[in-house]
């Protein structure tokens, strides 16, 4: 009988995704790492739809905290304007019935293309814990950032007994709590969802890191089928 790969994912994964990879010869053990909190401040909704700028997406999650605080058949009767990150994130907002005028692969593609398009200000819809380069470059360029927080980070660190022989990440947040309590070797295989999560991770002095040809969790098991040849 053939031995299974086992790959740690740091969020779950769907059924159906398990399926798949068990079928190409991967199991896959998963853990929540972070749990997330929706914002139900009612002020927050007025604030993005009296808003007349685009808005900014760099994660499902903020698109998600939105469609439920404010509805989707309200936000697509709106016709919003947002930037967002490729991949989950568009999806998600195109679903909530957001108009994309511009995307990238992370924050900092994300921030050159919101400078490209010509637009002085935006508002970033964001979670309490987030990166700087978007603001930075953004306010560097002389574009005036709004920011809203409309989701919450809550670290749920996680000490993995079982043997792996690769992980996937999906933010730098998680490459953070995972590195609490397990250790990953300089070597061992990191499927990252983004750029943004692998530079952080290569900061760490990790030296064996794929990143997803697109950010979503079908692409980073693609990358993790090619690495194994399933």
Known sequence: MKTMTQILSTRFINAADKSQAGERGVQIWDFELLKIVYTEDKTVAETIETARIPVVFTSR???KAISGLIGEDRLRKQQKKCFCIHGATREQALQSGFEVIGEAPDGSGLASEIIRSGCKEVLFLSSDLRRDELTDQLQQAGVRVKEQKVYFKSPMPVKIEIPYEGVMFFSPSQVD???????????MPAFCIGKTTADHLQKKGHKNILIAEKSSTAFVLKKVFEYYHK
Do not use: E, K, M
């Open 61 to 63: 999650h903020a698109v």
């Open 177 to 187: 709590i995972f590195l609490q309590c397990n250790p990953l070797h300089v070597n």
